[in-house]
């Protein structure tokens, strides 16, 4: 199964991004259904599965409904570009490749799930962790922090909610890392994040901006800490 899934993807990666230049997207969302490359690229597609699954035709099955699919949703794709935000078509039209790969793969090699699995004290502790890392530490902060407010938080120069996007991001590697017991990535993310934020430190007129920057990165990272530590002591107690 695995082995089966790993080629799939790969011919997906193959066809969707790598044989696929930019100028055949952009003919593609200018004529849609009249572009040439739209064909072409369901034609790469096909040339990618014969590849990586070595011209095997006993999966003729699964490259039909892989091929014909694949046409259906990018046909949708072009037909709602104009209607629907990019990033989540782009998302969508991904997640629905996936999905009829992973049908595919249950053709030939029926999984064997199960769901009570997916309830096990493990899987539930690292569910809850990761909430607790990201959304829940995301409001506590915004909590501790509204003591304090700056003009220059809100200034338009900043990208919409990227702070928030950044500190989940910092606090998830923190996380991953003491899992994983990589201590020493913690002190190379708090390095490259002191790097990037040394210009704002720098210009900085006053104290404040420094001031709320440490206070801000300091309650982050003791956030990411403290769950990472008290995931690894349950996890042991399990």
Do not use: C
């Not at 072409?40 to 039909?64: E, S």
Request: aromatic share 14%; proline share 2%.
């Amino acid at each position: 199964m695995l082995s089966l899934s790993i080629k799939l993807v790969l011919a997906h990666f193959l066809g969707d991004f790598l044989f696929q230049p930019e100028k055949w997207v952009v003919h593609k969302e200018t004529n849609k259904l009249k572009s040439k490359f739209l064909y072409w690229h369901i034609v790469v597609h096909f040339g990618a599965l014969l590849l990586v699954l070595q011209a095997d035709f006993k999966y003729w099955l699964g490259m039909v409904i892989i091929i014909v699919s694949h046409y259906i949703i990018d046909v949708f794709k072009l037909l709602l570009k104009s209607k629907i935000n990019p990033r989540l078509l782009f998302g969508t039209d991904q997640l629905l490749h996936i999905i009829v790969i992973a049908i595919v793969v249950n053709i030939y090699e029926p999984y064997n799930l199960n769901i009570e699995s997916f309830y096990s004290p493990k899987v539930l502790l690292l569910i809850t962790n990761v909430i607790g890392v990201t959304v829940v530490s995301s409001i506590i902060m915004k909590t501790i922090i509204s003591k304090w407010y700056l003009e220059e938080n809100t200034s338009q120069e900043s990208l919409e909610n990227a702070g928030a996007y950044i500190g989940m991001l910092e606090r998830l590697f923190i996380f991953a890392f003491i899992a994983m017991n990589y201590w020493e990535g913690i002190g190379f993310l708090l390095a490259a994040k002191s790097v990037f934020r040394f210009g704002d430190l720098s210009k900085s007129k006053d104290r404040k901006l420094t001031e709320y920057i440490l206070i801000g990165t300091l309650i982050s990272f003791g956030l990411a800490f403290l769950f990472g530590m008290e995931y690894k002591y349950i996890i042991e107690l399990i």
